[in-house]
């Protein structure tokens, strides 16, 4: 792995500890704290393949490459669990029946068992955080495909979501949140496609969309927590402008 990818990896890594450490300080709600949890596991996610962090946490697992899907995993689950939070927050039920509901599910299960099946094929003898030195085995592109794959399910569910929620926001803080989400959310999406034409190198700069990705969605909920802090008692207007028109 290159510094300059070790190093995005490591702030973006930071970055969500900062924004997650910030919720501690939020009213507790069941959502609250789902989305704490959901922090907590994005940060895990990314900190576990920092370089050095990656090698120790594959020891202690008892394989050179375990780590990278202790991590995959807890990313997986903190995306589920921030889109469900989030359709609910937001008042989007088509959104919340597609991430939660049978065809969520299924496409959970279906990047859960493809990477099961996928992993075991890959011949990495050597630690490689995102197996960066073994993509030139299908198996390896496939195995880091189905993780991509979901996050771009759930990103291309929610950018509309997010995309109404900025038209109608009314404060500052919720045009900033609805933005950041929108951009992290469309980046998810972009970022699955770009896998069909990796390589080591390019897996790199591909890797960073991904930092940036973690980055604009842990500020975009940061933004939404802080408008709720300053305004507890206030409906949001991004709620009811989604109600109003799902009623249409």
């Known amino acids: 792995m290159s510094p300059v990818s070790g190093l995005a990896i490591a702030a973006a890594a930071a970055y969500l500890a900062v924004c997650t450490a910030g919720r501690l300080r939020t009213r507790k709600t069941r959502s609250t704290q789902a989305l704490l949890v959901a922090g907590i596991l994005t940060t895990a996610a990314f900190a576990i393949v920092v370089p050095g962090i990656y090698e120790g946490v594959s020891a202690m697992l008892g394989a050179p490459n375990a780590a990278d899907p202790l991590s995959k995993v807890l990313l997986l689950v903190a995306v589920a669990i921030t889109g ?62 189905a993780t991509l794959g979901y996050l771009a399910f759930v990103g291309a569910v929610l950018c509309p979501a997010t995309l109404k929620i900025a038209r109608a926001a009314r404060t500052q803080a919720q045009r900033t949140g609805a933005r950041l989400l929108t951009a992290g959310f469309a980046l998810t999406v972009l970022r699955a496609p770009l896998e069909l034409f990796t390589t080591p190198e390019r897996e790199q700069l591909f890797n960073v969309v991904s930092c940036l990705a973690a980055a604009c969605v842990a500020g975009g909920l940061a933004a939404f927590a802080r408008h709720r802090k300053q305004n507890p008692q206030r409906p949001s207007a991004y709620v009811k402008s989604y109600l109003a028109e799902e009623e249409r």
């Open 84 to 145: 469900h939070q989030f359709t609910k927050a937001a008042n989007a039920p088509k959104a919340g029946r597609a991430i939660t509901g049978t065809t969520g599910v299924a496409v959970f299960a279906a990047a859960a068992a493809f990477m099961a099946l996928s992993f075991p094929a890959v011949e990495a003898p050597t630690p490689s955080p995102f197996l960066l030195r073994f993509l030139d085995q299908p198996a390896a592109k496939e195995y880091t495909f």
